[in-house]
């Protein structure tokens, strides 16, 4: 069953089961209602004979003919209270009486019951604190009262049956349209799930509504778009990675047929060239490797507790000479404590020679190169800045992709694998930091290394 036919049936049980329990709800109140009505005016009435008697008693000092004002008393007739007023009583009530009056010794007085059954009601006479006598009532429904009642109830049931019946038709209706609101953006995704299962990736949802479902609409076009990229990404790697094989392989092949066939003699020089060509191979499958390790997870880290200025200082020593060749002031802006950090100093020593072998190699003549470390409260930030041209806004969101190079003017020997700051954001993220990078075009490019404490 469809989630559309879930939700009616379910909001149909739960309209039928309410009704069911109103109906028995109401009609039980209704009938304990009527009943207590009927109760209290019967009270009324028995209170009404009681007085009756007791006033009789205070005018003659006995019960004696007590019996000749019984009937009267019975169908609503007091000496105290109007004639009227009495009648209206005797009307509202819908049970008649039987009544036996006893006196003090328990003589019967007066007695008008024809059937005596078990339910009676029995109350003594007092006058003043003392018991002149007793009065058992024995009350029995009219039949015309309980027509009225049956009718009375039937009433009231036939009106919750039918008010359930169109409230229930009322909210099918609306659960009707409820559910294909909310089942029609479901089958949109659902169309949009298939179609990616496809391998369709740049199918998108458009879901109008204002609620979940336009997030959960959002969400998968998000998603859409990752997958497209990282479909895109795996493909450009793989045409990346064999663009990079064949120049080396090619370089090697023809050179290795040219010795086969004489055409070159396996002079020292040439060696070498293979050489370079085969160190090329080695360095880009290495990078590789590191690179999927990292991205995975799975690198082994050697941490030690390390002190990240002296550290630093090492690195931008082996840098100096390219830094003077260049003309350029490499300088770094220690902490002004020592900060020792658990680090594995072999990957961020990588990670540093990276960033700041891309600041010398992009920095002009007479540029400047700075290494900030700073002591936040829960991180190290090191930031490596340069004065070179910069990297275009539209390139910054890819600057940490496999193979990406900023200038694609340059050449593999200027610019290396394209791999340098993918293999960096991988080790410092398994750190467990983060690496950001900001840039203005002219003005140059700074890249800030976050690792946790």
Known sequence: MKLRGKLLVSLAAVILFMGLFQSFFLQSRVEKTFENYLSESDQMRIEMIKQNIISYYETFGSLEGIDRILDDSINGQNYGMGMGMGRMMGHMSGTSFGVIVKDASGNVMANTAKNISVNSIKQELIINGKTIGTINVYPTKNSSIERLEQQFVHSVKLAILLGFFFAGIISLIIGYFLSRKITKPLSQLMSGIENVARGNTDYRVAINSKDEFHQLGEAFNQMTNTLERTERV????????????????SIIGAKLESIQTGALEPTEEVILQLSDEVYRLSRLVSDLQQLSQA???????????????????????????????????????????????????????QV??????????????????????????????????????????????????????????????????????????????????????????????????????
């Not at 795996?234 to 392989?249: F, G, I």
């Not at 070179?388 to 390139?395: A, N, T």
């Open 234 to 249: 795996r493909k450009t790697l793989v045409a990346d990675v064999a663009h990079e094989l064949r120049t080396p392989l």
């Open 295 to 349: 991205e995975s997870g799975s690198l082994k880290l050697h941490k030690k507790n390390t002190e990240v200025n002296k550290l630093l200082e090492v690195i931008i020593e082996k840098f100096q000479w390219l830094a003077d060749e260049k003309n350029i002031s490499l300088q770094l802006s220690r902490s002004p404590e020592e900060l020792f950090i658990e680090i594995d100093t072999d990957r961020i020593t």
């Open 352 to 453: 540093a020679v990276n960033l700041l072998g891309n600041a010398l190699r992009y920095t002009p003549n007479r540029g400047v190169v700075t290494v900030i470390v700073k002591n936040e409260k829960h991180h190290i930030s090191i930031s490596f800045s340069d004065t070179g041209c910069g990297i275009e806004p539209e390139k910054l969101p890819f600057i940490f992709e496999r193979f990406f190079r900023a200038d694609e003017a340059r050449n593999r020997d200027d610019g290396g694998t394209g791999l340098g700051l993918s293999i960096a954001k991988g080790y410092v993220e398994i750190h467990g930091g983060e690496i950001k990078v900001n840039s203005i075009i002219g003005k140059g490019t700074i890249f800030e290394v976050i690792l946790p404490k």
